[in-house]
């Protein structure tokens, strides 16, 4: 699997410290809210930075999950987002909701979810991304919380897949462009 890799663009101990320095942020921002803080990972490439990102967050939490997909079975994002796993919960005005997602390509998933739980009603929707690619941004969107701003370049790892592997790596690297061919992007 490492030998597909180009270069390891964030090591383990990158993303440990930009962790630290997320999860430090979120619980200085949230600290004195009176609602129940709820992290929402976005199914599936945010399953490992949200554990760790949980983690280290020092507060009350709960975990929630949403799926949806943005591309289908393409490469290209088709621009319409549909939601395979929704949030319920009957409390929505009653929580602060913290979206956790990999990374932001478009814009268009992220834009999308607030915009569809602020229509169920929540009334605190914020988002944190790992990865922020603005080079490839169609709409205007920008996450309360970023982790690194990358190159347009295809990444891996750390719960990033190309065709579904590559997610347990402990690093994310840049796969290597024979790998993908062109005109393919992180989906
Ligand atoms: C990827 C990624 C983000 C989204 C970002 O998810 O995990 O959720 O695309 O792209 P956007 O900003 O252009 O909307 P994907 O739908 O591929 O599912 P996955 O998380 O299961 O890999």
Redesign the pocket.
Known sequence: MKDKIKYVLLSEEEIDSITDFLAEKITDDYKNSDKKLVLVC?????IVFTGELMKKISLPLEVEAM?????GAGTV?SGA?SIQLDLMRDDLDKIDLLIV????????????ICEHLKGKGAKSVKTCALLD?PD???VD?EPDYRGKIIPDEFVVGF???YN?EY?NLPFIGVLKPEVYGEGA???
């Open positions: 976005l199914l599936k490439g945010s799926k949806v997909s943005s591309y994002s987002v997602e990999d990374i932001v390509d478009s814009g268009i998933t992220l834009s999308k690619k490839r941004r169609v969107f719960g990033l897949d579904e997610r992007v992180n989906s």
